[in-house]
C-alpha cells in the first residue's frame, strides 16, 4: 500500500480504506502529555521508578519487530530488563514504547479513547517493567 501521508499537509488527517489517519505530531503532543499526567499521578513509591525507564512514541512496531513476532496491531510493548533485573544479554535497555497509529486505529479516531488507551497501554507496560505478569495486569483492570 502507498504511503499518501507525506504527500499532504501535516494537519490534515487523511482517510484511506474507510481509516482515519490523524498526524503523527498531534499524537505525540496528546500522547505525552497523556503519559506525563499519568506519571505524576503515580504514588511516589512507583513514581520514582516509572520515572527511571524512557518511554518511546512510535506510529507502529518496525519491520524488525514484527519480524522477531511482534503483531503489526500492538498497541504497546515493554523491552529490556524489569526494574531491579540485571541487563544479563539483552541487548536493549529498558524502554516503553507506544504505538500511537495502532491506538488511534484501534480507538476508530475518538480523541477521548485515544487518551484514555494511552493511559491504560502506558500503566501496562509500567507493570512489565515493575515485574507484573499478564494475570497481575488483567487483575488490575490493564488488560
Known sequence: MTDWRG???AEIPLI???KILAPFNQL???ADGVVNRTLRALPP?????ASA???VFQQVPDPAA???GIEEDTLGLFVGPAH??????DPLPSQILI???NIWDYVEGDEAAFEEEVRVTYLHELGHYLGLGEGDLEARGLD
Open 7 to 9: 504527500c499532504c499537509n
Open 16 to 18: 484511506l480504506s474507510k
Open 28 to 30: 505525540l503532543l496528546r
Open 45 to 49: 513509591p512507583l513514581r520514582e521508578p
Open 53 to 55: 525507564v524512557p518511554v
Open 66 to 68: 514484527v519480524a522477531d
Open 84 to 89: 531491579g533485573e540485571e541487563p544479563g544479554l
Open 99 to 101: 504505538f500511537l497509529d
